[in-house]
């Protein structure tokens, strides 16, 4: 059976209800909404959008063609185990097709948020899990399927504001099994934490909006999947430097002023690396309380790089799914000038300096290098390329490249020689740059040894 969300109706109360014990069934379920009488008027009827699928047919395998096929079963008592060489990545790009919509041509209208309600003409209409393949709303969906679709459900409600991943804090405890309409209630809440690590948690949020929509193949699916590529792209507008990344965007207020759940706000500066968002003005997206003069919209830099696994890895597995070819092209934009940005940095000489080299080893392997036998052994290595990213700063503001760039950059940006006798002092003037204790004009946010 399907998966999916769509709109429909029941008579039991929707919120506060527990998400039941584990299960390991093989039924699988969607959302829907149907008409329920006699409710209030107070719920926004555009919740839900129109259903305008316009999804290709016959694309109903959504599996990568990226796994070898199995070896012989000779293979596979070997000793030794062989693979095959690797595909070449044309033959897998895109990674996936789009679905087809299974409720497209019915009477049955998707939804994006499991047990929202809305009022439609002083009828509720509510999100419940649809099962495709009885054509009917599924009272009893299987527990640990309905606990996903409430995950969902508080993340988009209660986790992410203006789309960004943070951490609820209460300003009270919160036990287990505390309903939703409490810990959910605006009052009950503090601030929000680990706004820092925004960009990477986003963008693993968006790796699940995909897979739920190559799952359901509905339009609100659909619709809900590209939102969030708009907002993970966002991450690089508010910079203003193609294809250098926030951490995450929110508002600068004085002290005193009373918090909120639907922003991010600050309350201090911070450090260097927070940075106000040049002519916020023009940036759309941006919420209109950005616009009051309430405070100073700002981002926060010095992304480092399990930030850049957020766009990395959702990017290229929803680039062959979007309708809205504006996307992919700044997609293309970000993570293409993203790559021009890196500076090239190559430590050479180094079998004429054994102690060097086995410092280098140690300093950017140190005791977590685990090698197999046909590896790299850095111990045979007398040349090292590293890839860096450079950083923004008050330090180097007024001279920083903010240009995409027009290539990889094959000709080094620094060279350190292990035969020099400024070796040693080149070595330690990188590895400040590396660390985080201060900005400097040369800093580093992040870095590749390929």
């Excluded at 359901?216 to 690089?236: N, S």
């Excluded at 922003?263 to 997206?285: C, K, N, V, W």
């Excluded at 290595?381 to 990889?408: K, S, W």
Aim: some cysteine; proline content about 8%; overall charge negative.
């Amino acid at each position: 059976m399907i998966a999916l969300v769509a709109c429909g109706g029941k008579d039991d109360d929707p919120v506060d209800t527990d998400t039941g014990t584990d299960a390991a069934a093989d039924t699988d379920g969607g959302e829907a909404d149907t008409p329920e009488p006699d409710v209030d008027d107070d719920i926004e009827p555009d919740a839900v959008p129109d259903v305008t699928p316009d999804v290709p047919e016959d694309t109903t395998d959504v599996t990568p063609d990226v796994v070898p096929d199995a070896m012989d079963d000779a293979d596979a008592d070997a000793d030794v185990t062989m693979w095959p060489e690797p595909l070449e990545f044309a033959l897998n790009w895109p990674i996936f097709d789009a679905p087809a919509d299974p409720l497209a041509g019915t009477d049955v209208e998707s939804c994006p948020i499991y047990e929202e309600e809305i009022c439609d003409g002083g009828t509720v209409r509510r999100c419940d899990i649809y099962d495709t393949d009885t054509g009917a709303f599924d009272d009893d969906p299987d527990a640990m399927l309905r606990r996903a679709y409430l995950y969902d459900r508080w993340y988009e409600l209660y986790a992410s504001p203006d789309g960004q991943s943070a951490e609820r804090h209460f300003n009270t405890p919160m036990e287990p099994g505390t309903p939703e309409s409490e810990w959910g209630d605006p009052a009950n809440f503090a601030s929000w934490g680990g706004e820092g690590d925004s960009a990477i948690w986003t963008g693993t949020a968006l790796n699940g909006f995909i897979l739920r929509y190559l799952h359901t193949g509905t339009e609100a699916d659909y619709q809900r999947m590209e939102e969030a590529t708009r907002v993970m792209l966002h991450f690089f507008d508010v910079t203003r430097i193609p294809g250098y990344l926030a951490r995450h965007h929110y508002l600068l207020v004085p002290d005193g002023t009373p918090n909120t759940d639907e922003h991010m706000y600050r309350y201090s500066a911070g450090d260097d690396d927070q940075r106000d968002i040049e002519d916020p003005d023009t940036l759309d997206f941006l919420p209109d309380v950005y616009g009051s003069g309430l405070g100073t919209p700002r981002w926060s830099g010095d992304p480092s790089i399990d930030q850049m696994n957020g766009p990395m890895v959702a990017f290229p597995m929803v680039y062959g799914l979007l309708r809205d070819e504006t996307l992919r092209e700044q997609i293309a934009y970000q993570m293409t000038c993203y790559l021009h940005r890196l500076r090239r940095i190559e430590l050479i000489n180094l079998q004429e300096n054994e102690d060097a080299l086995a410092a280098f080893q140690e300093y950017f392997a140190g005791g977590g290098l685990n090698l197999d036998p046909d590896d790299i052994q850095f111990d045979q290595l007398d040349t090292i390329v590293m890839y860096v990213h450079p950083q923004i700063n008050t330090a180097n503001e007024d001279r920083y490249d903010r240009e995409c760039g027009d290539f990889i950059q094959m000709e080094p940006w620094r060279v350190i020689d292990a035969a020099s006798p400024l070796f040693i002092v080149d070595v330690l003037d990188l590895v400040q740059d590396i660390a985080r204790e201060e900005n400097r004009p040369n800093q580093i946010n992040h870095f590749y040894i390929p």
